[in-house]
């Protein structure tokens, strides 16, 4: 079971003076279980590939196959589609239209067969791991709420269907640090549920804290890909694409630069701090000795 | 002299059922960088709604460069002085081509033909948006939209120019430089400035920090006082930047350096100096 894109090629209006060229031959494929990241200079095409990957957007050329079956069939199953596939926009306005939260939170789940008791205990539960009560902000109406609440709603919506494949643009864009915390522990926990899981962020620190892999965007192709750790260590080739590397792994950089002895692969604080702990201490020692 | 001042601010947006601005006082001092903290809800965007008239005044006194706020402000005077480039720059568009929405500005407060030309081209440039004049807005990715925002707001060179979180979908290299930028714009022509931000790490370039918790300004003050303070930053559901958690938790091991950073640049210049 797996998204697999073929040699993907698009151009937004084409034969136009806009013509816009956003992706070029990109082959990519995404296996049940995983956890990815997708980075990229501002325009490189991420936005682009992942409402190609979730059926939105028809590419120019390519094909787009989801658990073995190409979506541009005749006859696919394109409810079936929405209830396996969730998306979360880069901006969570242009999914709330409802008149209250709830109502958004449930949208997904019109065409899902699950009993209404069911559907209820779903957006409740959508609701919850978001960090809302439902019963306070169930009735508000989605335009009330602030620019992180928009967001938490907006990611609730697709949790409530529970989809196989969750795909999320830039999801922590105006999450508080708290809520970004709380919020890539449950994308740890939805994945090991079996979720799998795609996220493009430029933030390198929560791409560190979750992906296993990472995909580097340039141009509208596929500059980079790898372990997210081998991705993060390559600095020139991070650079040349226009990533960040972890704020941890940057630090261990710029000591390594100053002599002082950090391992290549650091990538989380918590490596970090182990390595300065040892070099510390090492220090001691020799000077005890001396 | 403040350029920004607010006395007991108070607000509601369901007449009084729910307060969320509680008691709001602070100055801004011209020439001014300050940066807004505070979890999601904690009243950071109402608080700056307030400070252009997009909100109407319900409780307490503002004044934005001696322009006092309430039902017979002028404000179209205001702003001119005062430019703020919100969350959702899809909200702050008013024209669908970019050259025209960036021109809307400077267009309605009549500055001369041949010089709107001239601002908005600067002003894309500024963002790394030139060759994009004749595209509508909505075709943008989700960064350029807010590069493009950013620049219409430059191209009004207000005195007073605010950021609420303007730089959340910007790319690392977009991000970098719009900070280096607004450094420069204070620097140079004194333009005070007021950024709310979910990264402490960009407090770096600010002068004050104004720390917001449930409707309530909790502490404003010089950006070490603020980001060096671990428990006041848990408790109002923010963490110190990274570099300060490090070094933090370096003390608590019994490693200590001589000064608290904020920056990793100040973080591995006391690692060094202690080595
Ligand atoms: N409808 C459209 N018409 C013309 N060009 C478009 C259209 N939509 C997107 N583009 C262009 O295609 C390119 C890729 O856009 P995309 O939204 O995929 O970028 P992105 O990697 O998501 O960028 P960001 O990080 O800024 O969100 C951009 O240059 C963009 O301007
Ligand atoms: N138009 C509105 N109508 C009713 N309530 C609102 C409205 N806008 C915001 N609120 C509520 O007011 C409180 C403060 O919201 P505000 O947008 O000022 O927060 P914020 O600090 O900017 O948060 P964020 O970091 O999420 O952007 C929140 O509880 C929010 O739900
Ligand atoms: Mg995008
Ligand atoms: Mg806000």
Redesign the interface.
């Known amino acids: 079971m797996s998204i697999e894109l073929k040699n993907i090629t698009h151009i ?2 084409p034969g136009t ?2 013509e ?1 060229a956003a992706l070029n031959n990109v082959s990519l494929e995404i296996r049940e279980g995983e956890k990815i990241g997708l980075m ?4 490189c095409g991420k ?1 682009t590939l992942i409402q190609i990957m979730a059926g939105l957007i028809k590419p120019l050329n390519g094909n787009v196959i989801i658990d073995g079956i190409d979506i541009d069939e005749e006859g696919y199953d394109r409810t079936g589609l929405r209830q396996k596939l969730g998306i979360v926009f ?2 969570p ?1 242009v999914q709330l239209f409802e008149t209250t939260a709830y109502k958004d939170v449930a949208f997904g789940l019109k065409y899902s067969d699950l009993t209404p008791e069911e559907k209820d205990e779903n957006i409740r539960w959508a609701f919850e791991i978001t960090g809302f009560d439902p019963d306070k902000v169930g009735s508000k109406s989605p335009l ?6 928009k967001r ?1 709603l907006a990611i609730a919506g697709v949790l409530a269907v529970r989809p196989k494949y969750l795909i999320l ?2 999801p922590i ?9 709380k919020f890539l522990k449950l994308l740890r926990d939805l994945n090991e549920e079996g979720m799998t899981i795609i996220m493009i962020s ?1 933030n ?2 929560a791409i560190a804290g979750f992906a296993d892999r990472t995909i580097v965007m340039s141009n509208g192709r596929i500059e980079i890909e790898g372990d997210t750790k081998t991705v993060f260590m390559d600095r020139p080739k991070a650079d040349e694409a ?3 590397v972890s ?2 792994g ?2 261990a950089g ?2 390594r630069d ?1 002599g ?1 002895d950090v391992s290549e692969d650091v990538m989380s ?1 918590s490596e ?2 182990k390595e ?2 040892v ?2 201490n090492n ?1 001691n020692r020799s000077e005890d000795q001396t | 002299m403040s350029i920004i001042e607010c006395g007991n601010v108070g607000y509601s ?1 369901d007449l009084g059922v729910t307060k969320v601005l509680w008691d709001i006082s602070l100055n801004i001092e011209k020439g001014d960088i300050v940066a807004v903290l ?4 904690s009243g950071k ?1 109402t608080l700056i709604k307030h400070f252009n008239a997009l909100l109407k005044l319900q409780e307490g006194r503002i004044t934005v460069a001696d322009i006092e706020i309430n039902n017979e402000t002028n404000v179209w005077e205001l702003r001119r002085r005062i430019g703020v480039v919100f ?2 720059p ?2 702050q568009f008013v024209a669908s081509a970019v050259e025209d929405d960036v021109a809307f500005g400077p267009e309605n407060y009549q500055v001369p033909r041949d010089e709107i030309g001239e601002k908005t081209r600067q002003a894309l440039s500024r963002v790394g948006m030139n060759g994009y004049e ?3 807005t909505h ?1 943008l ?4 939209k807010q ?1 493009v925002a950013l620049a219409g707001v430059l191209a009004m060179d207000p005195d007073i120019l605010v950021f ?2 303007a730089t ?8 970098r430089e719009l900070l280096d930028y607004i450094k420069e714009l204070n620097e140079e022509s004194n333009k005070t400035i007021v950024m709310v931000t ?1 990264y ?2 960009e407090c770096y370039i600010a002068n004050k920090v104004m720390l917001m918790k449930e409707g309530r300004l909790l502490k404003a003050g010089e950006p070490r006082d603020i980001l060096g303070d671990e428990e006041l930053l848990l408790s109002s ?3 110190p930047p ?2 300060t ?2 070094y933090l ?2 003390k608590k ?1 019994g ?1 200590e350096l001589d000064c608290c950073p904020l920056t ?2 100040e ?2 210049e006391s ?2 100096r ?2």
């Open positions: 937004y209006e003076p806009f816009a990229g200079r501002t325009g936005s880069q901006y306005e009330e709420l602030s620019g992180g609440e938490r643009d830039e864009a105006g999450l508080d640090p708290v809520a970004r915390e430029h390198a620190d226009g990533i960040s704020t941890a940057r630090i710029m000591l100053r002082i604080e970090l701090l300065l702990c070099h510390f220090d | 947006y505070g979890h999601n809800g965007s969350q959702n899809d909200n004749k595209r509508l075709t990715s989700g960064g350029q590069r609420d979180e959340s979908m910007l790319d690392p290299e977009g991000r979910h402490v790490e559901g923010l963490r990274i570099a958690q490090i938790e370096l091991r490693i990793e640049e973080l591995v690692i060094c202690l080595s």
